[in-house]
């Protein structure tokens, strides 16, 4: 399935903005694709860029790379949820409340490659064991129905579109 096939009863209106940042992909095509393009971008970060904020009250560049690194965990324990058959309904995160404790001062180029390394390749191995069943398959997130697919295509939809951010406002 590509991003554009996704229909759109299967996530929140919330994450169509996600969706519309692929270039209609195949799911497992964006997720391998996607590293890549982080691990690019972590190697163009000067150590003392990390720190920096474009604007007062913005996040800095560690908070941002840390925050797709926390939502990428966050969906992929929803898509493991739903892909076991899970019904219980799950509720939302409130990102900003992540951020202050996430010790982003305190992080390295280095240890944030490791840890993104080891989320994505775990999303990656995660999506590769679930069947067209399984990938259909539908939970309620947020109050809202989203499936397994759909929690693929939006963790790679949202680490596109703070990449976008990142190069116009960060570097």
Do not use: C
């Not at 270039?23 to 150590?47: R, T």
Request: charged letters at 25%; aromatic letters at 10%.
């Amino acid at each position: 399935m590509r991003s554009s096939e996704l229909p759109s009863s299967e996530y929140n209106p919330f994450y169509h903005t996600y969706i519309l940042a692929l270039d209609n992909v195949g799911l497992m095509e964006e997720l391998n694709h996607g590293k890549k393009l982080f691990l690019s971008l972590l190697d163009d970060i000067p150590k003392e860029k990390l720190g920096y904020a474009y604007a007062e009250e913005k996040w800095t560049l560690a908070e941002v790379l840390l925050h797709i690194i926390d939502a990428e965990r966050v969906f992929q324990y929803r898509a493991l949820r739903f892909a076991r058959n899970d019904k219980t309904p799950l509720p939302g995160f409130d990102q900003d409340d992540y951020v202050p404790h996430s010790n982003a001062a305190k992080r390295t180029v280095e240890d944030l490659r490791e840890e993104y390394v080891a989320v994505r390749q775990s999303t990656i191995l995660l999506f590769n064991s679930f069947d067209d069943e399984a990938l259909q398959r539908l939970g309620v997130s947020s109050g809202s129905p989203l499936s397994v697919r759909a929690t693929g295509f939006i963790i790679s939809g949202h680490q596109a579109h703070h990449l976008k951010i990142i190069r116009e406002r960060y570097l």
